[in-house]
């Protein structure tokens, strides 16, 4: 306000007050609002002060509807002066910005507590997985193979194995140049063949399965130790055991990292056909195939036969009508989307600087004959 208590400070901004803003005072008359400066006055009727409270802590603009472009600038403590908002034409343009106003500022709110929420979440989702990460660190390799030991034997009932060994050496042939580039651990790898439509899994302890289908579908054995290395970083990765802790949540999380060693004998009483049954999250088998490709590169077979394998198996489906794969123990084939995955690893192929030093796979893909003898189990 000014010194002089009837007027407020004001400027304004137009061609006929020249070319610089004009300094003056508002002074409130029966006539209305009244600009003083140097300048002829300039009477500002209430019923056509369009006011515009912006963001300035100190001024408020006010314009006239019938000069566009005219614009004044007046100090905020106007809205303190009864006539002036006693004005209803003022009032109500008032209570419509302030209305404005306060739902702009709820959104704001709003926002910036999803932002907090999202930040906090994405914070719980690192913390959750360095704790998944460190509980299965602690699980021993002797635990490990034990844990795979008892669930196999209480899957088998579930199974129905090939019983053509030289099937099952011709499967471990083409496996063994992969296997030196897989950190195990120590575990032992082992293979095993079952009737059905083309699929493989893995298991705790080292196993892998590979079904009768999926031998049959693939043409070259770079296509079939694709696969391999796929289900081998799920075992080197320990994907299963970080699928059971995580799901189990985040009290089941603190009660392992703070409990002794032996509280993790806890997360081995699950049904074991969950084992074969469950598929991975997307996570995972990116993972799976980011570390089976890797694998395949360090080992000097072309990583370009996993591509092939999944091409394999998306046209199966496609084909057979079903898009996703099977339902169940298809951890190679139904998660994420085979196109999303291929596409993938098609990129990380045109990336790759070195594409014409890879040995070449002397061992052939093993064909077995269909005994129709079909683990339903796997894929219902």
């Known amino acids: 306000m000014s010194d002089d208590a009837q007027g407020f400070d004001g400027y304004v ?34 019923d056509q002060v369009v006011v515009e409270l912006g963001n300035d802590e100190n001024w408020i603009g006010l314009a006239d509807r019938r000069q566009p472009g ?26 419509r910005t302030l209305g404005r106003r306060e739902l702009f500022r709820r959104l704001r709110v709003t926002v910036v507590a999803l932002l907090a929420f999202a930040g906090l979440a994405w914070i719980g989702s690192l913390g959750a997985g360095w704790a998944v990460q460190t509980i299965v660190k602690g699980i021993s390799v002797e635990r490990e193979i034990a844990f795979g030991d ?15 060994t030289n ?30 439509e083309p699929n493989a899994f893995a298991m705790p302890g080292g196993r892998i399965f590979v079904t009768t289908g999926l031998l049959d579908l693939m043409d070259t054995p770079e296509q079939l130790v694709g696969v391999l290395a796929h289900e081998s970083a799920h ?15 985040p009290i089941y999380l603190i009660r392992l990292l703070t409990g002794n060693r032996n509280s993790m004998l806890n997360l081995m009483a699950i049904p074991s056909e969950l084992l074969v049954y469950e ?12 570390y089976g490709w890797d694998y395949l590169v360090a080992a000097g077979i072309n990583p370009h036969g996993m591509i092939e394998a999944l091409k394999k198996l998306r046209d199966y489906h ?25 596409a993938w690893l098609e990129a990380k192929w045109a990336a790759l600087p070195d594409k014409s030093h890879f040995m070449t796979l002397t061992n052939q893909v093993p064909k077995v004959e269909e005994n129709h003898k079909l683990i339903d189990l796997l894929l219902k």
């Open 235 to 249: 075992i080197a990765q320990r994907h299963i055991f970080q699928h059971i802790i995580s799901g189990r949540g």
């Open 318 to 342: 496609a084909k057979s009508g079903d898009d996703t794969g099977p339902k169940r123990g298809a951890a190679f084939s139904s998660h994420p989307d085979l196109d999303k995955r291929i």
């Open 167 to 196: 099937a099952v050496l011709q499967l471990q042939a083409v496996a063994a140049p992969l296997l030196p580039s897989v950190p195990a651990r120590g575990i032992p790898f082992k293979f095993y063949i079952t009737p059905g």
């Open 70 to 95: 005219l614009t004044f600038f007046v100090a905020r403590d106007i809205l303190e002066e009864s006539r002036f908002i006693g004005s209803l034409t003022i009032r109500r343009q008032l209570e």
């Open 279 to 290: 598929s991975f999250s997307q996570r995972y088998e990116k993972e799976a195939d980011a």
């Open 13 to 46: 901004c137009h061609p006929q007050f020249g070319n610089e803003m004009v300094r003056g005072r508002f002074v409130m008359g029966w006539d209305g609002l009244r600009f003083e400066s140097e300048q002829e006055p300039y009477i500002l009727p209430l």
């Open 150 to 164: 008892d669930s196999f034997k209480e899957v088998q009932e579930h199974l129905d194995f090939v019983s053509d």
